[in-house]
Nanobody, 121 residues
Framework: QVQLVESGGGLVQAGGSLRLSCAAS????????MAWFRQALGKGREFVAV????????YYADSVKGRFTVSRDNAMNTVYLQMNSLKPEDTAVYYC??????????????WGQGTQVTVSS
């Protein structure tokens, strides 16, 4: 059974930082591209970042470029999202996803349950 478990969310002031983690199990981790999406209250799911199977290809949404960094540790079956210079508009539930294709649309095979990030002004 595939499981993706996010952690690291919380409440932070604007300008602060958080590091999200997503631990994967039940799948050959290095065989999957890993992505982060987010969904703010009342809005659709929005692409944040994606990293290829071995980290050689990375894409970010324009809204987070220069502030967020995605990375992965295939030995630990974990993907990370380092979020710096957080803004109130970054407030959302953040989801990690695993897929066979690297995409900026939510066409991924597996999803985590999400972790809440709240940025206060």
């Amino acid at each position: 059974q595939v499981q993706l478990v996010e952690s690291g969310g919380g409440l932070v002031q604007a300008g602060g930082s958080l590091r999200l983690s997503c631990a994967a199990s039940g799948l050959p981790f290095s065989g999957y591209h890993m992505a982060w999406f987010r969904q703010a209250l009342g809005k659709g799911r929005e692409f944040v970042a994606v990293i290829s199977r071995y980290g050689g290809s990375i894409y970010y949404a324009d809204s987070v470029k220069g502030r967020f960094t995605v990375s992965r540790d295939n030995a630990m079956n974990t993907v990370y999202l380092q979020m710096n210079s957080l803004k109130p508009e970054d407030t959302a539930v953040y989801y990690c996803a695993a897929g066979r294709y690297q995409s900026t649309t939510p066409d991924y095979n597996y999803w985590g349950q999400g972790t809440q990030v709240t940025v206060s002004s």
